[in-house]
């Protein structure tokens, strides 16, 4: 059974930095891609990064160069690393995992998702 928890969110003043992590269990990074989506108050859940086991990974162009995603493969552990944190980056944050190793941005996609942890940004 796979299941994916994350952890790390919280409140943050303009220009800080969190870490989220997901731990997965039931599942292989040599079978599975992971992604990071965030959903804000009455908006649709959105594409943040995408990692793969092949090394391929995705952004969207509003967290380019201030996010980082990143895979512990030992670990089974999956890391958005955000800093230099907008008040628009608030959001419940959603770790999820599609079979295969192509980086997609629609949920649609994905085929597990965690519960989501939320991460406030005051200006």
């Known amino acids: 059974q796979v299941q994916l928890v994350e952890s790390g969110g919280g409140l943050v003043q303009a220009g800080g930095s969190l870490r989220l992590s997901c731990v997965a269990s039931?599942?292989?990074?040599?079978?599975?891609?992971m992604g990071w989506f965030r959903q804000a108050p009455g908006k649709e859940r959105e594409f943040v990064a995408a990692?793969?086991?092949?090394?391929?990974?995705s952004y969207r162009d509003s967290v380019k160069g201030r996010f980082t995603i990143s895979m512990d493969n030992a670990e089974n552990m999956v890391y958005l690393q955000m800093n230099s944190l907008k008040f628009e980056d608030t959001a419940v944050y959603y770790c999820?995992?599609?079979?295969?190793?192509?980086?997609?941005?629609?949920?649609?996609?994905?085929?597990?998702w965690g519960q989501g942890t939320q991460v406030t940004v005051s200006s």
């Open positions: 990692n793969s086991w092949t090394g391929s990974t």
């Open positions: 039931g599942l292989s990074f040599s079978n599975f891609g």
């Open positions: 999820a995992a599609r079979r295969g190793s192509v980086v997609l941005w629609n949920p649609d996609s994905y085929d597990y």
